[in-house]
């Protein structure tokens, strides 16, 4: 760095920029910080809002990144209820909604990815949600009282998720699916079948191959979604989760590469020196596939904003991981290690009846790419080893559950 002491601006106080202002000062940066968020609450968790913040089960206080003093006391100027508009990176400034002006020397980007929006009418009317943040998850709560019937639009996480809070809480609760089964974009067809089978058993409604006409509404507020096939399924709340689009914008228009997302390298640099971005909003290599993309967990926003303040504190940039999520549905614990890409197998690993197993996902040369386990975190945490050290393994080992997940991952 030429400026011994340079101001970082961060754009986002999400889970990422919560993240990477709390990494600077760890890694001994002590040059200005600001961090500016467009919500009324400093940096949270947000997998739990479609999950234990739904059931009551937790609160603002517990979902904090860090506690409110924290800021103060690191001495980041924390920006609530300001929202960033454009960037000028001959002047190296951000202007906010509120037309002010902030210089920076180095930019950090973290704003995230918004809710896909599909164009059906009676989208605008009340009680027809998304849930992407806490005011979002407020709102989806207010609605979810005994014997009230959500409809949900999507069969991804986030809806199934939401299904299963649901009727934690006594509401009726169906799921609108286009595709043949749910998860069809992001898990295997054992896997979907599984989830779909459960949902059903928990007393959810899964209608597939279903395609949504329109919304129709009482009195201004949605009470029903109306199909293709002209079936009406009566509901008092409607939630959409069909996809995220990054916030990509406000770097495109400034003119920093973009391409479904914010294009950055392993240190989550952009194509402007000066300018990083990081998390869902990026558009990233993932060296372990030989290969770029954009992923939406929180482990890869907290890689990228490790990344960006080592890279901005003149430290070895922390090696690459696997990419790796999770879903908590019921009593079911879902956790994924890698991206199965190029794979032509699956070896099951214990007992799917039982909900405790894992789906190992292998090359055709036995290179396992990515495991899908369910109430099984020793075949996570092994299949995370085994992964990054790219090994080859035999089908008839993975799937013998008297050979110990340590073994498997010796190689």
Known sequence: MTNPNPKVVILGAGHAGGTAAAELRRAGFTGPITLIGDEPIPPYERPPLSKAWLKGETDAGKLALKPAAFYETANIDLRLNTTATAIDREARTVTTGNSETIPYDLLIIATGARARRIPLPGLDLANVLELRNAADADKLKAVLTP???LAVIGGGYIGLEAAASARGLGCEATIIEREPRVLARVACE???NFFQDYHRTQGVT????AQVAALHGTDGKVSGVRLSDGT????????VGVGAVPNQEIAADAGVDCNNGILVDLSARTSDPAIFAIGDCTHR???LYERSMRLESVPNALEQARAAAAAICGKPIPAPEVPWFWSDQYDLRLQIAGIPFDTDRIVVRGDIAAGKFALFHLKDDGTVQAVEA????TEFMGGRRIIQKRLKLDPARIADMSVTMQALAAG
């Open 374 to 377: 369910v109430n099984a975190s």
């Open 232 to 239: 009406l399924i009566p509901c008092d709340a409607a939630l």
């Open 147 to 149: 014997g009230a019937r």
């Open 285 to 287: 290599p993932i060296p």
């Open 190 to 192: 054992t896997l979907s």
């Open 206 to 209: 899964i209608d597939v191959n």
